[in-house]
């Protein structure tokens, strides 16, 4: 796919999603709305996954399928609407007499999305780290790089106490400081084309896009074998904090890994397609190889 023809769909998708937030303020369809629109992004990585392929052999499953079904109905039919309701009855239970900073809840809803937005890439970016960095947080984790290709449905592929993990570090400091939930909304629509595209099979070229937006061109490095490559592009929809804090990796446009999959050291962990075994892998005797 041409340059222009990339940026544009990402462009034109972000701006929509923004503008989709905007005309449904106040409303009660507003939640309907955006994941509508989300399932609509959905079906369109998939139409251009065949259309334009990255590498046409990722399209055909290895057995990984299971596996991807498994973690995205646990992830978006279970936790996701669990934590929407309990990350913030739980911090007023905990935090009963703490309101935030008033100079926060009272800054203007454009400040506030920016801070949010900063705030969250940096919260993602530090857990994303962290699951690569410690060997028991890499044995949850080890269920996002299982898979020996990429394709939109890895979006969902994570061990449920990883996503609740970044899910906390990305969202109870926003809360804390006060941050109003509308803003919060805002970043989830504003990012939601980057990260719906991010593990697609297309064959995308975003050009100066690929120094701010993590893209599936830069998170195929991310999920190479080799740690040098894996251990790059922790960034969530944003590589503003890999880039400031020196993990940003972007050889050559249009370059990819040789191979993608788990680090070499972590090759006896469950293969992709065993969905129930790697949910238990990080409290089995065989735990805790770090790669």
């Not at 259309?51 to 039919?77: H, K, Q, T």
């Not at 935090?95 to 926060?104: Q, W």
């Amino acid at each position: 796919m041409n340059r222009l023809l990339s940026q544009a769909l990402l462009i034109g998708a972000t701006l929509a999603m923004t503008a989709l937030f905007v005309l449904s303020r106040g409303s009660p369809y507003q939640e309907a709305l955006l994941s509508g629109a989300a399932v609509v992004l959905i079906l369109l990585s998939v139409l251009l996954e065949r259309l334009a392929p990255f590498r046409p052999a990722w399209n055909e499953s290895r057995g990984d399928l299971p596996g991807d079904m498994g973690a995205a109905i646990v992830i978006l039919g279970v936790l996701e609407p669990l934590l929407k309701w309990l990350t913030p009855l739980a911090l007023l239970w905990l935090l009963p007499a703490f309101d935030g900073l008033e100079a926060v809840s009272r800054a203007p809803l454009f400040v506030q999305v920016f801070g949010v937005l900063l705030l969250t890439e940096l919260g993602a970016y530090l857990a994303h780290r962290a699951h690569h960095a410690f060997a028991p947080l890499w044995a949850l984790h080890a269920m996002h790089h299982a898979p020996e290709r990429l394709y939109t449905l890895n979006n969902f592929r994570f061990h449920p106490l990883n996503y609740i993990l970044n899910h906390l570090l990305m969202l109870v400091p926003v809360l804390m400081l006060g941050f109003e939930s509308e803003a919060v909304v805002a970043v989830l629509a504003i990012t939601l084309p980057a990260l719906l595209l991010q593990h697609s099979n297309i064959a995308f070229d975003f050009g100066w896009l690929d120094g701010f937006v993590n893209t599936n061109s830069l998170h195929r490095w991310h999920h190479s074998t080799r740690e040098a490559e894996g251990n790059r592009n922790f960034g969530r929809a944003l590589v503003i904090w890999d880039r400031l804090l020196g993990t940003y990796h972007n050889p050559k446009a249009g370059s990819a890994p040789e191979a993608v999959g788990l680090f070499a050291a972590s090759r006896s962990y469950p293969d992709a397609g065993r969905f129930f075994a790697q949910l238990g892998y990080p409290f089995s005797r065989a735990c805790c190889a770090r790669g």
